[in-house]
């Protein structure tokens, strides 16, 4: 079985700053309404395999890592 990504939890997209969690399967496909984390949770694992965040916070990108420092929360850093 090849490795693959069982469960993401971020706050990328969350209103109230409050992180957020999906379980994901070997073969996971999301569906879900308008505001449901749908692209949240492919862009959190875009940032965690790749240091690149697209259309997150309102940044087209960040792909230095100086920068990926200004989306943590005050508290976590």
Not at 10 to 16: A, G, H, P, Y
Not at 31 to 37: F, P, Y
Not at 42 to 70: K, P
């Amino acid at each position: 079985m090849k490795p693959y990504i069982n469960k993401v939890e971020s706050n990328i997209k969350s209103i109230t700053k409050e992180p957020w969690e999906i379980v994901l399967g070997q073969y996971t496909l999301l569906l879900g309404s308008n505001a449901s984390h749908k692209s949240s949770v492919i862009q959190s694992i875009e940032l965690a395999l790749t240091g690149a965040a697209d259309d997150v916070c309102g940044r087209s990108a960040v792909r230095d890592a100086a920068l990926l420092l200004s989306l943590a929360p005050d508290d976590k850093l």
